[in-house]
């Protein structure tokens, strides 16, 4: 899901591919890009944060990718994208885990 605001729409939700959608946006036409991207999070064994819980793997079918070269190719695409897209002095933030 995108949302974008553009002199012919403002705070639209576009829904669907999210590098197809950036790639029909004008060039350098975005002030900020607010992203939380698949994480590729599919365990195979416990994983703990620094408190001691546990992580819960992802099992969700966006977030699977047939391997880590599939999913880094997927990440390069978005977020080439996503800066062809940006401001010059626009800024990104991504969510990670």
């Not at 576009?14 to 900020?32: H, Q, R, T, W, Y």
Request: with cysteine; charged share 25%.
């Amino acid at each position: 899901m995108t949302t974008v605001t553009t002199e012919n729409s403002v705070n639209r939700i576009l829904v669907g591919d999210c590098i197809a959608l950036m790639n029909s946006l004008p060039e350098k036409s975005v002030d900020l890009i607010f992203a939380d991207p698949p994480y590729n999070l599919q365990l195979g064994g416990d994983l703990h944060r620094p408190n001691n819980t546990l992580v819960d793997a992802v099992n969700d079918e966006w977030d699977k990718f047939e391997s880590i070269k599939t999913y880094d190719q997927f990440t390069k695409d978005w977020m080439t994208a996503a800066r062809r897209i940006l401001k010059d002095d626009g800024a990104m933030w991504v969510i990670g885990s």
